[in-house]
């Protein structure tokens, strides 16, 4: 895991910060070689990028602008790094996430992706948060906010439906607008996204819930036996229940009782709701605060 990198202050200007640290990886996402297979797609395939790029602007204007300021900052075309981010997000729908519960804590696991970078948003006039993200996406992966609210997300290749912007960017959403789980859900429920995206929301006082966007309906999940899972997760939820029962509800715990519990297992990071902040696994694991 990389140095945290740090975003401040309205929509473009935290775009051009994390274009600024992430330079050198978003440039390499955007070869002149992936360009000429953009080029080579076929039109319906690039009408359908067009598509996602206009609802982006048009339902997620902010995070349309974050991604503009990315692009300046790494030195790309939006176009270009549009196309990146869309993979990146696919990426996303290979791991897991867990709502943990035991003893009256709570933490919020997700699988760590091999090029998560991790970083601090302050954004203007709304919530600080620490996050875990990928280079081209603007959205976190994993993150926590400075009112006690932590989402986790996955997302799987977009079907392009009335909205044909990713449900992923709810996750910004979020961490930037809200402070439990609840009032998180409504936004969610009621915002135009793309479906095929999952949303695990833990706030401070201990509620969790998992919103499944399928390409009909939203359903809401809540956690039985103390844990709650979404994303590709292969694992027995009875089995993981038992097994959270009788741990100690802190990381380096969670972590050795989740590892015994894949094959293989992946890393995973931890958000912590109360703290405020995320355990980052690795030879300099630790915890990253606000």
């Given at each position: 895991?990389?140095?945290?990198?740090?975003?401040?202050?309205?929509?473009?200007?935290?775009?051009?910060?994390?274009?600024?640290?992430?330079?050198?990886?978003?440039?390499?996402?955007?070869?002149?070689?992936?360009?000429?297979?953009?080029?080579?797609l076929r039109l319906s395939e690039r009408g359908?990028?067009?598509?996602?790029?206009?609802?982006?602007?048009?339902?997620?204007?902010?995070?349309?602008?974050?991604?503009?300021?990315?692009?300046?900052?790494?030195?790309?075309?939006?176009?270009?790094?549009?196309?990146?981010?869309?993979?990146?997000?696919?990426?996303?729908?290979?791991?897991?996430?867990?709502?943990?519960?035991?003893?009256?804590?709570?933490?919020?696991?997700?699988?760590?992706?091999?090029?998560?970078?991790?970083?601090?948003?302050?954004?203007?006039?709304?919530?600080?948060?620490?996050?875990?993200?990928?280079?081209?996406?603007?959205?976190?992966?994993?993150?926590?906010?400075?009112?006690?609210?932590?989402?986790?997300?996955?997302?799987?290749?977009?079907?392009?439906?009335?909205?044909?912007?990713?449900?992923?960017?709810?996750?910004?959403?979020?961490?930037?607008?809200?402070?439990?789980?609840?009032?998180?859900?409504?936004?969610?429920?009621?915002?135009?996204?793309?479906?095929?995206?999952?949303l695990l929301l833990v706030d401070a006082g201990?509620?969790?819930?998992?919103?499944?966007?399928?390409?009909?309906?939203?359903?809401?999940?809540?956690?039985?036996?103390?844990?709650?899972?979404?994303?590709?997760?292969?694992?027995?939820?009875?089995?993981?229940?038992?097994?959270?029962?009788?741990?100690?509800?802190?990381?380096?715990?969670?972590?050795?009782?989740?590892?015994?519990?894949?094959?293989?297992?992946?890393?995973?990071?931890?958000?912590?709701?109360?703290?405020?902040?995320?355990?980052?696994?690795?030879?300099?694991?630790?915890?990253?605060?606000?």
């Open positions: 895991m990389n140095t945290p990198f740090e975003c401040e202050g309205a929509p473009r200007d935290l775009g051009l910060d994390q274009g600024r640290a992430c330079r050198d990886a978003l440039r390499a996402q955007c070869t002149d070689t992936s360009w000429r297979r953009l080029e080579s359908r990028d067009r598509r996602v790029l206009r609802d982006v602007r048009r339902h997620f204007p902010q995070q349309a602008e974050q991604l503009e300021g990315l692009a300046r900052g790494a030195g790309v075309s939006v176009r270009r790094l549009a196309r990146a981010s869309w993979n990146a997000l696919a990426s996303t729908s290979r791991g897991s996430s867990l709502a943990l519960a035991c003893g009256g804590a709570s933490l919020l696991a997700r699988s760590l992706p091999p090029d998560a970078r991790a970083r601090r948003t302050r954004p203007e006039g709304r919530y600080r948060s620490v996050e875990l993200t990928l280079p081209a996406l603007t959205h976190p992966i994993l993150g926590v906010n400075e009112a006690g609210l932590a989402v986790a997300c996955h997302a799987g290749p977009a079907r392009i439906a009335a909205c044909a912007a990713p449900a992923a960017l709810l996750a910004r959403d979020c961490l930037e607008r809200f402070s439990a789980v609840e009032s998180a859900l409504r936004w969610c429920l009621e915002r135009p996204a793309a479906p095929r995206a999952a201990g509620a969790a819930a998992a919103l499944e966007i399928a390409d009909r309906v939203r359903d809401v999940r809540r956690p039985s036996g103390g844990v709650l899972a979404s994303g590709a997760s292969p694992v027995s939820m009875a089995a993981l229940s038992e097994r959270f029962a009788d741990a100690a509800l802190e990381p380096a715990a969670a972590a050795q009782v989740l590892a015994a519990s894949f094959d293989p297992p992946p890393p995973f990071a931890f958000a912590d709701p109360v703290g405020r902040r995320i355990w980052i696994p690795g030879a300099e694991a630790g915890w990253l605060e606000l």
